[in-house]
């Protein structure tokens, strides 16, 4: 039987063999994984014996990322604002860089924050930020729509594991061609990435997310022109947009917004320095609010 120590040297290893960025890192979260233990037991029990049926797991485990299969393909879930969801291969693998969509909005929110808000989240996929807004505007309620019904379900059941269910309705739509506006906020993370460019990403995002999840045309632009165009409709007054978008993209979308008409239009990095959300704000009395 092998110590947790000698078990994380050899996953290591074999990651790193593999070419697998960060090895040690995606080593310890799988051995933990596979032996059902947090990082406190490393720390504390490093001689401690990884019983069999837990190295068979964890063998498992990095065979599989080694394929260049994410970690949290593999185990099912990610972290995400301090949430814990559930992903599943119908579903985008919610990124870091997503985080700063929510962090936007609820800067761009301010004193609102504490006021029975009314959010729509287009694109949902595993429904990420409209759980993370939601967990942060405990008077808010939330729509949620994605055109994937598998996707709809994983969402609805990341709501129903956060509490947040009866604040939330997920349905299955292309875009908001069924809803009626009167949104506070209107948050979307889109596909956006080029066609021609699919091909040539790695290997992690092009064989393990769902290409309705990334392909936005040929100039990655395809959604932002449906959604920006549906915004003076879905917005009340006063409320405000957040798209995510990909390098580069920050200038056209935000022309995109302010073609449509909101006001305050304005741009937020991640913590790479990449432009990452676009925002902007119906004009008060641009429109009555439903
Ligand atoms: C990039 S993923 C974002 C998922 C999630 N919001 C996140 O940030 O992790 C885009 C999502 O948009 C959905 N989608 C693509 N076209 C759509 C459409 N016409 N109507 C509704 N959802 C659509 C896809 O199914 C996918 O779940």
């Given amino acids: 039987m092998t110590t947790l120590t000698a078990a994380l040297r050899a996953a290591t290893r074999a990651l790193a063999s593999a070419g697998v960025p960060d090895p040690e890192v995606d080593a310890r979260i799988l051995l933990l994984a596979a032996a059902g233990l947090d990082r406190l037991a490393l720390i504390l029990d490093?001689?401690?014996?990884?019983?069999r049926d837990a190295t068979e797991r964890l063998d498992g485990f990095v065979a599989r990322r080694a394929a260049r299969e994410p970690v949290s393909r593999i185990l099912?879930?990610?972290?995400?604002?301090g949430l814990t969801l559930r992903v599943t291969p119908d579903v985008l693998d919610p990124r870091p860089d997503t985080?700063?969509?929510?962090?936007?909005?609820?800067?761009?929110?301010g004193p609102r924050r504490?006021?029975?808000l009314r959010l729509?989240?287009?694109?949902?996929?595993?429904g990420a930020i409209l759980c993370a807004l939601l967990s942060e505007l405990p008077r808010a309620s939330g729509w949620a729509v994605d055109r994937s019904a598998a996707a709809c379900a994983v969402a609805r059941g990341n709501l129903d594991a956060c509490g947040l269910a009866p604040r939330s309705l997920v349905v299955q739509g292309d875009w908001a061609v069924a809803l009626a506006g009167g949104f506070d906020t209107v948050v979307s993370?889109?596909?956006y990435i080029e066609s021609a460019i699919i091909p040539e990403l790695d290997r992690d995002v092009r064989e393990h997310d769902p290409l309705a999840a990334l392909d936005g045309g040929a100039d990655g632009l395809d959604c932002y022109r449906v959604l920006a165009a549906d915004l003076p409709r879905l917005l009340a007054k006063g409320g405000v947009a957040c798209f995510e978008v990909g390098r580069g993209q920050d200038g056209d979308v935000a022309g995109?917004?302010?073609a449509a008409g909101l006001a305050d239009v304005a741009t937020r990095a991640d913590l790479g320095g990449v432009e990452r959300a676009v925002l902007g704000r119906q004009a008060a009395g641009m429109r009555p609010s439903a």
């Fill in 76 to 81: 099912g879930r990610r972290d995400f604002w």
């Fill in 99 to 109: 985080e700063t969509v929510v962090a936007a909005v609820l800067d761009a929110l």
């Fill in 46 to 51: 490093p001689g401690r014996a990884l019983p």
């Fill in 256 to 258: 995109l917004m302010r």
């Fill in 189 to 191: 993370n889109p596909p």
């Fill in 120 to 126: 729509l989240d287009l694109g949902t996929g595993s």
């Fill in 114 to 116: 504490g006021e029975p």
